[in-house]
């Protein structure tokens, strides 16, 4: 019953946009910090972005700033990743991580936190 969902995935042209949701069922994501990750076939997983649970705090991908945007909204109990200037490199499954923590800021090795909650995921691809 407590659960991630990640929706907004599709097929998009490079230059273009996706937004993504992760929405949370079963629990609120208020005390959470949520990180987005991608992983496509083959490669190694990597940490997208990051925001605290506040939502006062940020972080991303060094190939993504500029391009994306985290952000949440609690009334929704959904974060969000707003995608612009979409490259085939970004071409990846995404999947959302929700870990317990009030007081995180999303800096220091924030891509190694331990998980408590894993979305199944939802495809982007950029292609032309």
């Known amino acids: 019953q407590l659960q991630l969902v990640e929706s907004g995935g599709g097929l998009v042209q490079p230059g273009g946009s996706l937004k993504l949701s992760c929405a949370a069922s079963?629990?609120?994501?208020?005390?959470?910090?949520i990180r987005w990750f991608r992983q496509a076939p083959g490669k190694e997983r990597e940490g997208v972005s990051c925001i605290s649970s506040s939502g006062t705090y940020v972080n991303y991908l060094d190939s993504v700033r500029g391009r994306f945007v985290i952000s949440r909204d609690k009334a929704k109990n959904t974060v969000y990743l707003q995608m612009n200037s979409l490259k085939p490199e970004d071409t990846a499954m995404y999947y959302c991580?929700?870990?317990?923590?009030?007081?995180?800021?999303?800096?220091?090795?924030?891509?190694?936190?331990?998980?408590?909650?894993w979305g199944k995921g939802t495809l982007v691809t950029v292609s032309s």
């Open positions: 079963g629990f609120t994501l208020d005390t959470y910090y």
């Open positions: 991580a929700a870990t317990s923590g009030s007081n995180y800021l999303c800096s220091g090795a924030w891509v190694t936190y331990a998980t408590d909650y």
